[in-house]
């Protein structure tokens, strides 16, 4: 599972550390325990110095009710990051557990449940640890002593962003199919396609009246199966995951066109993306020649992983 989220991130947050009986955390300032209330058995990296409690950024008082309940703290004054890990979950993200950004900014992060993900984010807070200066009883009482003085924020209204699910659809294209529509226009929308040192701009076009037309969104990922010709008894190859970086909406001819960045470095024939369909288990492919379809997310990130 990997999800990425805005607007409910606090929600999912909030659920988390309900469920877990451990949270390892690594997160620069600390203000707020209405989400996560550190406690027994937890541990928090966080930057406890002097300028970050004087300026109202981290409390000294949630570090002390932290403290009493059992959590082990840990002050890192070079903190920036912030990392969470659950009993069974990993977020990593902008937001620090404060109200404020909760309250009036607008966060992001993920989530993800990947063991390998797990396991570094743990092994980024234990190292931390053992870098910093441990938050004792002496260490609490001073800094209970600096003076907060915090200056007035002036946010407006959080945009609190709505994210869609993200989808990985597999689509059977034929190289030889003309563009019924305005294809200057659409080759001006291709030349803002952001590109890596290896891959080159490329469009394809859908016609309406199948779900990849109706659903499809900026940002899902496209597997492309694909021909020279129209009358080619089956496909001849088949690319790895393509991410969607615009749609442009010919409505003159009802016809859509979806942008991408293209790398032939992870080309593969036809026989072989059969090989890692079957083990993928995504069936009913048939020839090849007319597949639009919405892959699971076990589907996806088998198939990705082994083709890579």
């Not at 969470?84 to 993200?93: E, K």
């Not at 309250?103 to 092994?123: A, W």
């Not at 980024?124 to 001073?142: G, Q, T």
């Not at 090989?275 to 589907?299: M, P, V």
Request: glycine share 4%; aromatic share 10%.
């Amino acid at each position: 599972m990997i999800s990425v989220k805005s607007e409910d991130l606090w929600v999912e947050l909030q659920k988390l550390s309900s469920e877990s009986k451990n949270v390892k955390a690594a997160v620069a300032y600390v203000s707020d325990d209405t989400v996560i209330a550190f406690g027994d058995g937890d541990i928090l990296v966080v930057d406890a110095s002097d300028s970050s409690v004087a300026a109202g950024k981290t409390s000294a008082q949630i570090l002390e009710r932290a403290f009493n309940r059992g959590a082990k703290l840990y002050s890192c004054d070079t903190l920036h990051g912030k990392v969470i890990v659950f009993d069974s979950t990993s977020y990593i993200g902008s937001s620090n557990i404060s109200s404020n950004s909760k309250n009036n900014l607008d966060e992001i992060g993920m989530f993800t449940d990947q063991p390998s993900v797990m396991s570094e984010s743990t092994q980024i807070i234990h190292e931390l640890a053992k870098e910093s200066i441990e938050i004792n009883e002496v260490f609490i009482r001073r800094i209970l002593g600096v003076e907060v003085k915090t200056s007035p924020s002036n946010y407006s209204k959080p945009k609190n962003v709505k994210i869609q699910p993200p989808h990985t659809w597999l689509v059977s294209l034929r190289n030889d199919a003309k563009f019924p529509g305005d294809e200057e226009s659409i080759e001006q929308v291709n030349n803002d396609v952001n590109l890596q040192s290896d891959e080159e701009r490329a469009w394809f076009w859908m016609k309406p009246n199948n779900s990849f037309f109706d659903s499809a969104n900026v940002g899902d990922s496209v597997v492309i199966i694909d021909r020279d010709e129209s009358d080619a008894e089956e496909p001849e190859r088949a690319y790895r995951h393509f991410t969607i970086q615009d749609i442009t909406f010919d409505t003159e001819v009802n016809i859509k066109a979806y942008h991408y960045a293209f790398t032939d470095q992870y080309e593969i024939s036809w026989k072989d993306f059969q090989e890692l369909a079957d083990k993928s288990n995504i069936t009913r492919l048939g020839k090849g020649l007319s597949n639009i379809r919405k892959l699971t997310e076990k589907q996806s990130n088998i198939l990705f992983q082994m083709w890579s």
